[in-house]
Nanobody, 124 residues
Framework: VQLQASGGGLVQAGGSLRLSCAAS????????MAWFRQAPGKEREFVAG????????YYADSVKGRFTMSRDNAKNTVYLQIAGLKPEDTAVYYCAGRYRSSIIYTTRDKYDYWGQGTQVTVSS
């Protein structure tokens, strides 16, 4: 599967964004999907993930209540709605996929497919 992330930009603190990750190739619904982010000088960190078979979305504690991940299998797309943006949310955001995983892994080495990343910059 090929992944293409989009929707990033420069926003003021308190603003909102919706990131998208469009997939092409193999059956999208067979993939667990996740969002990660990487700030300058920091490790790539897990943000949110959803299993391939349905079920609950899992969020990192740092984004609970502000980030909402959803998927539309008919459109082969996952979304990350971000509200109440903070300067510390500034990072490159990546979508990732793992084939037929019912487990939401939070480490990058578990994901086989990655989008190219989209930059989110939050000004104070």
């Amino acid at each position: 599967v090929q992944l293409q992330a989009s929707g990033g930009g420069l926003v003021q603190a308190g603003g909102s964004l919706r990131l998208s990750c469009a997939a092409s190739g193999r059956t999208f619904s067979s993939y667990a999907m996740a969002w990660f982010r990487q700030a300058p000088g920091k490790e790539r960190e897990f943000v949110a993930g959803t299993p391939w078979s349905g079920g609950s979305t899992y969020y990192a504690d740092s984004v609970k209540g502000r980030f909402t991940m959803s998927r539309d299998n008919a459109k082969n797309t996952v979304y990350l709605q971000i509200a109440g943006l903070k300067p510390e949310d500034t990072a490159v955001y990546y979508c990732a996929g793992r084939y037929r995983s019912s487990i939401i892994y939070t480490t990058r080495d578990k994901y086989d497919y990655w989008g190219q990343g989209t930059q989110v910059t939050v000004s104070s």
